[in-house]
């Protein structure tokens, strides 16, 4: 009878430890997780065996699969950058929302400034430049840093 107890109380537990979720990543790569959240721009999950909560960006993650439902949630969309005109799909983001993404290459230059432009206009010049210079190299992800005039632009893939 002892062993009876045993050998269910294990199988609960394993049950009660095991993977829930699978994420899916944009580059192919699949994660078993234990899924916590989707907030604030970023998909909270924890690992096997671990209680501690590891983020990675929504842009990384295609999608999360329920392993008990099979029931599939979409995080995000791939986006495709072929040519420099697709700069309009080039997505700008702040270097803390760029987890789970790799760093393809940087490039700096100096900000735009035209006589009599409002700064606002001259930022906006400044972007569109960085985003087709990064839709060139086929990066779908820049973070910009700007210092004193100048910018480096830090360029990311899936």
């Known amino acids: 009878m002892k062993i009876l107890y045993f ?44 209680s501690e909560e590891v983020k990675i960006s929504k842009h990384a993650v295609s999608s999360i699969t329920n392993k008990q439902t099979k029931q599939t949630q979409k995080v995000s969309d791939k986006i495709v ?42 930022q906006n010049q400044t972007a569109m430049r960085i985003k087709s210079k990064s839709a060139s190299n086929g990066s779908p992800f820049v973070s910009i840093i700007e210092k004193d005039g100048k910018y480096e632009a830090i360029t990311y893939v899936y």
């Open 7 to 50: 050998t269910l109380a294990l199988l609960f537990a394993n049950v009660a430890i095991s993977q829930t979720h699978q994420i899916t990543k944009h580059n192919g790569e699949e994660l078993d997780v234990n899924f916590i959240k989707n907030e604030n721009g970023f998909v909270y999950y924890s690992l096997n065996g671990s």
């Open 81 to 122: 950058v072929d040519s420099k005109d697709d700069y309009k799909m080039v997505t700008v983001l702040p270097q803390e929302k760029t987890i789970g993404l790799k760093q393809t290459g940087t490039f700096t230059g100096v900000s735009t400034k035209t006589k009599g432009e409002p700064p606002i206009a001259n």
